[in-house]
């Protein structure tokens, strides 16, 4: 006769099964309705796997910058120069052409106070010109200043609004302030890879995003 599984959760209480549900307090496992303790032992299940999964993949990321950075220090070591792009991005491709490794190392951005006053000028110049001329522009500085959830602006947009020319002294004095209000705080490293099935054929990004994947 085969013991009754017990459940994953369980807590022995003198002998007895419980469980601890979500104020702490013990409940007999008898008396946990059956669709509860599907539920939870699915969850657990599936939050367990991905929690190895997370741990697999985090070594996994290491290995592939440690592997990169020791084929970098080879190469510099070789050639007594060092290998890589000014802000140490490098693409490593295979022999064959169809699979590639890149490494992008971005700055981690934060804006000063010079952002604000570069707001005021802008909208300076937004209030004295033609209001019917100029209403992609005006879309571009709305966007731009259109924060998101996390309070932050739009930085994509920001870096374009840099690149529009315009004579007016005054909106020359605001991208100077957009400019001297960027703060480099840091850089975060990215590591991406991708295959295609010929030298000539187009690359497919290999996912590691679990939204990507199949």
Request: proline content about 3%; charged content about 25%; some cysteine.
């Amino acid at each position: 006769m085969t013991a009754p599984r017990v459940h994953p959760a369980a807590i022995d209480v003198a002998g007895q099964p419980y469980l601890r549900d979500a104020k702490g307090a013990l409940v007999p496992l008898a008396a946990v309705k059956a669709t509860d303790l599907l539920m939870d032992e699915v969850v657990r299940k599936a939050t367990d796997t991905a929690a190895a999964l997370s741990a697999r993949l985090k070594r996994f990321k290491e290995m592939a910058f440690t592997s990169v950075g020791e084929f970098q220090a080879l190469l510099a070591q070789e050639y007594d120069a060092a290998i890589g792009g000014k802000k140490g991005n490098i693409t490593l491709t295979s022999y064959d052409g169809c699979r590639k490794v890149q490494v992008q190392v971005s700055d981690i951005l934060e804006f000063g106070p010079e952002l604000q006053a570069a707001k005021g000028l802008i909208d300076e110049c937004l209030a004295e010109w033609a209001a019917g001329s100029g209403a992609e522009l005006r879309a571009l500085v709305n966007r731009v200043f259109s924060v998101d959830k996390e309070g932050q602006i739009n930085r994509a947009e920001l870096f374009m609004l840099l690149r529009v020319e315009i004579a007016d002294e005054r909106w020359q004095r605001a991208m100077n302030a957009i400019r001297e209000s960027i703060r480099v705080i840091g850089s975060r490293s990215y590591v991406r890879f991708y295959e295609r099935d010929a030298p000539d054929a187009a690359w497919r990004a290999i996912p590691l995003d679990i939204a990507a994947v199949g």
